[in-house]
Each structure stands twice: as C-alpha cells, then as structure tokens.
C-alpha cells in the first residue's frame, strides 16, 4: 500500500491499550478541529469532530480533547485494536472552506 | 456507497508529458478539490471547485489545472509534469454544509515523473 511518510512521529502501543495522539494546532481563531484516520493504500477517513464551543466529545471508543488555553488537540482511542493502526491526522478551519492539515502521527499496534 | 474514485491509481510518466488524473463522486457534492500529500508536509490543497464551472486555487497551484464541466467530475491536469510534482494525490468532496460537513476522500494516486 502507499505510505504517507518516512518521518512521522510513532506511537506504539499494545493491543487492548489506551492510545492518545497529541495535535498543536496553529490558529488561535480556529473553531472546528476534525481527526482523520489513513489506512496504508486509502485516502484520509473522518473520524471525529469538535467545535470550539465544547472541549470534549465523544464516540465509538473515540474521545476527542480541544485545550483552546494551549492550541492542543488529542485523540484518545481506548482499547487500541490491531485495525486502529494507521496514520492520523488533525485538522483545523476557522470559518472559511478551508481545512489545514496536521502532518501525522503513525499509530502502530501489537499484540 | 458513497464512493470517490481516482485514475489511475499508479502512474509513472517522465517530464514534460502531459497527462490527466480523473476523480469522480456519485453524492452529488457540490464542493470538490484535489490535494497532495509529502512527507513532512501533511495534506496541502491544489485547486478546490465550489460547483460546475466555479474552480479556485487551493495553496499550491502552481504547475496544475482543473476543470469542472459536470457536477462528478474534477479531473487534475498536469500539462508539463515536472519532478517536483512527484507526489500522493487525492481527490475530495464534501456537501454543502461548508468546512465542518464531512469530507469524502478518494483512495490516491501514487504520481512519479522521472
């Protein structure tokens, strides 16, 4: 499949672990932050979104934290299973069309 | 299901030869745009397209061209390939709901130009 990068941060985790990904982000007038997930050979997949207005949300083993105070964004996947590994990226937007993009971080599971 | 397609999905080509990479969708979003993607640099836009006929660039434009003569197609235009031009590329759509609607990511097109 096709790789995103040879030089992005990693994360290795175990099967059946937590894992959190960190995002700094660059606009302090940002208000909508969206996580991506990119499997090896795929386009980048929408995981999770946040307003600026909230400073958690939460899905299907997925929470999202927004530090507005730091410019900080995590994503927090409890129980890391082997198909959570893959490449993730933030990105942020405020209030034009455009998203930009974190550079990744590759999550690496084992068992 | 919701699908984006590109094509080709692999292409090597040598400078200076034109060539064109499709993408089609079949949500009928209005809103499509192309990006490429380099190590160390994330995901930057090309050209994005508001709707049939209404295009404009993206960050980096430079050595590109759409078109959007229907609402499913975007196709990326390269008239005179350059190495630099090397790269991942993915096509976009996203509904009209503006930035915070989902956006759909075809599955890339691996691009060398020797």
């Known amino acids: 499949g096709e790789s995103v990068g040879l030089h992005l941060p990693t994360l290795s985790v175990q099967e059946g672990d937590n894992s959190i990904i960190n995002c700094a982000y660059s606009?302090?007038?940002?208000?909508?932050f969206i996580w991506y997930k990119q499997e090896s050979g795929k386009g980048p997949q929408f995981i999770i979104d946040?307003?600026?207005?909230?400073d958690k949300r939460q899905g299907q083993r997925v929470t999202v934290l927004l530090n507005k105070t730091v410019k900080h964004l995590s994503l927090q996947i409890a129980a890391t299973q082997p198909g959570d590994s893959a490449v993730y990226f933030c990105?942020?937007?405020?209030?034009?069309?455009?998203?930009?993009f974190g550079t990744g971080t590759r999550l690496q599971v084992f068992p | 299901e919701a699908q984006v397609t590109q094509n080709p999905r692999y292409l090597i080509t040598v400078t200076g030869k034109k060539l064109t990479v499709t993408c089609s969708q079949n949500m009928n979003h209005e809103y499509m745009s192309w990006y490429r993607q380099d190590p160390g640099l994330g995901l930057r836009q090309i050209y994005y397209s508001m709707n049939v006929e209404v295009t404009d660039k993206g960050d980096v434009p430079e050595g590109y061209k759409v078109s959007r003569k229907e609402k499913r197609n975007f196709p990326l235009i390269l008239e005179s390939p350059s190495p630099n031009q090397t790269s991942l590329y993915f096509c976009?759509?996203?509904?009209?709901?503006?930035?915070?609607?989902?956006?759909?990511f075809g599955p890339g097109t691996r691009l060398t130009v020797l």
């Open positions: 606009n302090s007038a940002s208000d909508y």
């Open positions: 946040i307003r600026s207005n909230m």
């Open positions: 990105a942020e937007t405020y209030n034009t069309d455009k998203l930009i």
């Open positions: 976009a759509t996203r509904g009209k709901g503006g930035s915070t609607d989902t956006q759909y």
